[in-house]
């Protein structure tokens, strides 16, 4: 299906003329067919010669229903631009032109109508002359005339041309449909309906109803119609009716959104960029329409076309989001478009003409580079939720690499790399006994985001990771020369009596406190056992020889003669080869050696 809207003057036939092409009604209220006019928007259906369907979105032509014009123009990708023949180019006529060019809609058709009423000639060519110089230049023109029926097979086939031409819908991934009507139906429930305009929508979808204040309730989709037909599912771009579990009728409302839950996430705050240079005539609070929504914003001129949005309550918009900003008090209309949907603070001086320089060079559209570029990383899942392309493959992008479920650009790599170094380099000058990182100080020091990045950022950086620590190559080994000093002296006598441990007293007259102890330790050059023994890292299996030559099993006094120490070492040395699973604990006195 394809989906259009109509837009011109009030009293020029737009309705009249979706009527002819679909017979149907698109004037819903009685007040509309009272007045002779339409009020809110209007919907009709018809099957093109190319067996094409279209659905024709009706929009209000008065100026006083403007809001309800630019609700059913916002989600719809094409226009039927209508003009009297008989009346020619009016006001109303400007201001929806002036609205379809802020939406930046290419897609179109210039229809005159009452064609039977006068030529039509001089109105097309005004027409097609002011459209040229919109988002509609060079789009075709018909006349018709509704009423005797002239012109309608050569406008369905210029319908058949422009649908034909119009971009195929994203209709994978996340949903995003805003709603236009809310509404019950006896023995159904709450039905919404509203243009989908990306994504596909299934009966029993769990999806969530997104208000302007930002709250959020859980729905079930219970069924789906789609041009009065019953479906399972509808895809991008459609008309459709969702019947909602979950929700009452009068908890939605026009501007509401339905949306995949947990697919899209939120902003208060846009840069957005403008068509032109108009700051100078916009005021500090405009009515922002996008979508079907409404609300009224605050705005904050950066320079040049940069302009910053302050929402009321959370919206999921994302770049490449198109906006119309509308001053209700000179009627004015502008476009713009979401450049950066999660914008930075401006907290410096001089911070808003520097932001504005990067919006307008930004790309208007949700670009991975610009998205990861400004953050300097990212999840892929916030990449994702932001509109942005995550291709497969270690390098996504030009500047981006894929780091397990991180996006990291290589000038990031490189300064977290950098600090990395620069944070081991302070800390060996502090403390040479110990010139190495937890993982988590590591981390904060390189103010990386996630700790699973550690292991490729330090193997970049030419460093290591070694029981939970992170340090410079050969660390372990480079102890200070007193310390060294030391150890070889206890080292030659523990090589005579390896199972006569150092007590405290003996270790702190070598000169060997716990600092030095401990980064003896990590160094390989001791092995401790329990809390305050130490022995060198040969003696469990010099004490394996020994054990294996008693009769099996054997007691713990036995080992102790065998090995000529004292309880204080034996016990835990014993521990140590159970847990080696060299020896097994058999009861409460004996051990045995595991052949």
């Not at 960029?273 to 609300?295: K, N, S, W």
């Not at 206890?490 to 600092?515: H, I, N, T």
Request: charged residues 25%.
């Amino acid at each position: 299906m394809r989906v259009i809207a109509t837009a011109g003057h009030v009293d020029h036939g737009k309705s009249t003329l979706v009527r002819a092409l679909t017979g149907i009604e698109p004037d819903r209220w009685a007040e509309e067919h009272r007045r002779g006019l339409t009020i809110d928007l209007g919907y009709a259906w018809t099957t093109l010669p190319s067996g094409e369907q279209v659905a024709f979105v009706d929009v209000p032509g008065h100026e006083r229903f403007i809001g309800n014009m630019l609700a059913g123009l916002g989600p719809v990708p094409a226009v039927l631009l209508v003009v009297a023949a008989d009346e020619g180019w009016r006001a109303q006529t400007t201001e929806h032109l002036a609205a379809v060019d802020a939406l930046g809609l290419t897609h179109g058709l210039v229809v005159v109508t009452r064609s039977d009423l006068a030529d039509p000639a001089p109105a097309m060519s005004d027409a097609v002359e002011r459209v040229g110089h919109s988002s509609l230049a060079g789009c075709p023109a018909v006349a018709v005339s509704a009423r005797a029926g002239t012109g309608l097979d050569e406008l369905r086939e210029s319908l058949d041309a422009l649908v034909a031409g119009l971009p195929t819908p994203v209709v994978e991934g996340r949903t995003r449909l805003w709603v236009d009507r809310s509404f019950t139906i006896r023995g159904a429930g709450t039905v919404v309906t509203g243009t989908l305009g990306e994504g596909t929508i299934r009966t029993g979808d769990e999806l969530v109803v997104h208000d302007a204040s930002g709250r959020e309730r859980h729905v079930t989709v219970r069924g789906l119609q789609s041009l009065e037909q019953p479906h399972d599912a509808v895809a991008a771009v459609a008309r459709v009716a969702v019947n909602l579990r979950g929700i009452a009728a009068e908890e939605v409302r026009r501007g509401d959104l339905l949306l995949t839950r947990g697919a899209w996430p939120t902003t208060t705050r846009l840069d957005v960029r403008l068509a032109e240079d108009v700051q100078t005539r916009l005021p500090l609070h405009v009515m922002v329409h996008v979508g079907t929504t409404a609300v009224e914003a605050r705005l904050r001129p950066l320079g040049g076309t940069a302009v910053r949005l302050a929402l009321p309550g959370p919206l999921p918009l994302t770049a490449g989001d198109r906006l119309i900003l509308r001053d209700p008090g000179s009627r004015r209309i502008d476009g713009a478009v979401v450049v950066d949907a999660d914008p930075p603070p401006l907290t410096r001086r001089g911070a808003a003409a520097v932001r504005a320089a990067v919006v307008a060079r930004q790309h208007a559209g949700p670009s991975l580079e610009q998205e990861v570029g400004r953050r300097g990383a990212m999840t892929v899942d916030a990449a994702l939720a932001l509109g942005a392309t995550v291709p497969d493959g270690d390098r996504p992008a030009s500047t981006v690499a894929r780091r397990g479920r991180w996006l990291v650009t290589d000038e990031t790599w490189e300064q977290w790399a950098d600090r990395l170094r620069e944070a081991l380099e302070h800390k060996a000058a502090r403390d040479p006994l110990d010139p190495t990182l937890t993982l988590e100080a590591a981390r904060a020091a390189a103010d990386v985001p996630d700790r699973s990045l550690l292991p490729d950022l330090t193997a970049y950086a030419g460093l290591e990771v070694r029981d939970g620590r992170v340090g410079a190559p050969g660390h372990r080994e480079a102890l200070p020369e007193k310390v060294d000093a030391a150890l070889r002296t206890l080292e030659a006598r523990l090589a005579d009596q390896p199972f006569a441990a150092p007590d405290q007293r003996e270790l702190q007259a070598y000169g060997l406190g716990a600092r030095e102890v401990a980064a003896a330790v990590r160094a390989g050059r001791l092995l401790r056992l329990g809390a305050d023994v130490v022995l060198l890292p040969a003696t469990p299996a010099r004490a394996m020889r020994v054990l294996a030559s008693l009769p099996q099993p054997f007691t713990t006094s036995e080992a102790r003669m065998a090995l000529e120490s004292t309880r204080r070492t034996v016990i835990p040395l014993l521990e140590h080869l159970d847990g080696r699973g060299w020896t097994r604990r058999l009861d409460g006195s004996h051990r045995e050696v595991r052949r």
